[in-house]
């Protein structure tokens, strides 16, 4: 009886091309012969007419044709067995499929693997949660701490048994757990080393369970721009792992808030979210190209993420490995300017060909300030050249801050700095050395130094003293002495510091001094005061009648000497204060 008549478009005839193409799809299996036949004991061919393949066919026109119906199931079966002898390549990506005559025969031809997109799926089950609980200081009330409070951030394993997570995440920490990705275990965790500077902390895990069944994760080159990243981490809105993907938008020598610095940085557009923190930055490798850190937050900007490069990370592995701690990032002392005025540079002594920057100031704790001077030419840093913007070649077509090239060194590494000076070329080998600024960022995690005497609070300004006092516009509201001392002072020794009355806790001796708040202290009878310590030893030492402090805005303070030492136990009594001082000023 002939085959009835479906609708649609007639199936062409086969061309040449199409022979030629069939006889070379043909597979043979083991036990058929070159023909096609197959022996008693062989599978069926390749050649099927089962429409669920894995691999969807062209949609021709008109309605699908319909499957013709087995005619038992001894065939049926048949057919399945050879669905599930072809199941090697029946489940590949992609397989390319062409048609035969007519009806429905399809053959499955081989996949063509170089046009196949790979993109490796990155190490999830090195990513970690990061659980913290954390005791501050009291830096207004420095003999004790505030409340303690917990956070959670993300992490990542790392080889040598060490998981990689951001500074911020464990600073002032008491208790680090960390918990791997689909276990119900916590692990106690052993902070290693903190990078302030560079927002990178360290650990490690004693419990050999948490390292069973992970592998470390892998760190991969710089990226370039628009190249994909995937941001893996434990953000807020959930407990389980998160995944964001964009691009790398920018790269540049951006500001670390948390450690006050510049290093180099990579701007993306994928959003990094509270508890992101300490996540790595995957490449379409697979590889970890940073750690998420920061965030701009404004209502100007959108999905604008920074991560920490891998150039950094190295950098602090690297230094801890070799050092047995973290000594930090070394800087050049130097303030300069730029020279792309011609006038200037001519009035400077530069030839035509020459460029570099002029030095304005130069820190008196910097080593190169015993060879470099104020108005010398910065030409090169280590054999390359700086531009009269401040700018070095960095890749093709890209050029970066020549505070860049010294990132890279470490500290107590030498540079060769070529300089032009009264229209002459030098050369100076400098030893380079961390920032020792005036008012520290950071304490590193020490206890604050405080120091009483008759109510009066004394202290040493630092970046967080600030914070507490005047909250995190510091920067807006503090005294303008202070802030001028912070944005622009230079320490003249290295144990420098600003020493302030903080506060005044009320008692009869100081009647009339009790408005007097975080205002320094330039003298102490008649002999300036270098740091909190000095002061206290001289206090301590003092024999005068009297106890007369110098302070900022012509102030002065007057208090008898026996006095003032016999009151103090009294108030330190009312105000349940453990002692007069704090333990780093005994020694």
């Known amino acids: 009886m002939p085959e009835p008549r479906k609708r649609g478009r007639k199936p062409k005839p086969k061309t040449q091309t ?36 894995t691999s969807p066919a062209r949609r021709g026109r008109g309605r699908p044709k319909k499957m013709r119906k087995h005619a038992d199931n001894s065939s049926n079966d048949n057919h399945n067995s050879a669905n599930n002898a072809n199941s090697n390549f029946g489940h590949v ?8 005559g007519e009806g429905n025969d399809i053959t499955i031809l081989p996949p063509r693997w170089d046009s196949v997109a790979v993109k490796a799926v990155p190490s999830m089950d090195a990513v970690v949660k990061v659980f913290c609980v954390h005791t501050e200081p ?15 951030s993300s992490g990542f394993i790392v080889g040598g048994r060490r998981v990689l997570t951001n500074a911020h995440s464990v600073e002032h920490h008491t208790q680090v757990k960390v918990k791997k990705r689909g276990s119900d275990t916590k692990y106690l965790a052993t902070v290693l080393s903190i990078g302030t500077e560079c927002d990178i902390a360290l650990l490690t895990v004693k419990d050999d369970e948490f390292w069973e069944g992970v592998s470390p994760v892998e760190f991969g080159d710089l990226p370039a721009l628009q190249d994909a990243v995937t941001v893996v981490g434990y953000p807020i809105g959930g407990d389980t792992i998160s995944v964001t993907s964009g691009v790398v938008s920018r790269m540049e020598i951006l500001s670390y808030v948390h450690g006050s610095t510049e290093l180099l940085g990579l701007q993306i557009d994928a959003a990094i979210n509270s508890g992101n923190s300490g996540g790595p930055a995957f490449n379409d490798k697979g590889k970890c190209v940073g750690i998420a850190f920061q965030s701009l937050k404004n209502d ?36 300069w300017q730029k020279m792309e ?23 008196p704790t910097a080593p190169e300030s ?130 302030v009355v903080s506060q005044v806790l009320v008692a009869d001796i100081n009647i009339g001094y009790e408005e007097i708040v975080n205002t320094q202290v330039l003298a102490l009878n008649g002999k300036p005061v270098r740091n909190l310590k000095s002061l206290a030893d001289m206090v301590e030492s003092s024999e005068d009648e009297f106890l007369k402090f110098d302070l900022e805005y012509q102030q002065i303070v007057v208090l008898k000497t026996k006095t003032a030492k016999e009151a103090t136990s009294d108030i330190l009594a009312t105000h349940c204060i453990p002692s007069a001082m704090s333990g780093d000023l005994k020694t």
């Open 300 to 335: 100007d900007v959108e999905n604008i993420g920074y991560v920490i490069p891998t150039p950094v990370i190295i950098h602090f592995i690297q230094d801890y490995e070799k050092n047995g701690a973290y000594t930090g990032f070394p800087i050049l002392g130097v303030e």
């Open 370 to 499: 015993h060879v470099l001077k104020p108005s010398d030419i910065i030409l090169s840093f280590d054999g390359i050249d700086i531009a009269n913007d401040g700018t070095v070649p960095f890749r093709h077509g890209e050029r970066i801050g020549f505070s860049y090239l010294v990132s890279q060194k470490y500290t107590k590494d030498s540079a060769v700095v070529k300089v032009l000076r009264n229209s002459e070329v030098h050369e100076f080998n400098i030893k380079l050395s961390t920032h020792k600024r005036l008012i520290p960022a950071h304490i590193n995690g020490r206890p604050p130094s405080y120091y009483i005497i008759a109510g009066f609070v004394f202290t040493a300004v630092t970046a967080p003293y600030l914070r507490s006092e005047y909250g995190k516009d510091y920067e807006f509201d503090a005294p303008v002495k202070l802030l001028d001392k912070l944005l622009h002072a230079m320490a003249q020794s290295v144990d420098e510091q600003i020493v």
């Open 138 to 152: 009291n830096f207004s009330l420095p003999w004790q701490r505030k409340r303690q409070y917990s956070s959670s």
């Open 18 to 53: 199409q022979t030629e193409t069939e006889s070379e799809s043909e597979t043979i299996m083991p036990g058929t012969t070159k023909n096609g036949t197959v022996a008693s004991h062989s599978l069926p061919a390749t050649t099927t007419n089962d429409s669920r393949s």
């Open 341 to 363: 005025n011609p006038d200037l540079r001519i009035s400077m002594g530069m030839r035509p060909g020459q460029k570099g920057v002029r030095i304005r100031r130069i820190e």
């Open 93 to 100: 990506a992609s397989p390319e499929r062409s048609r035969h």
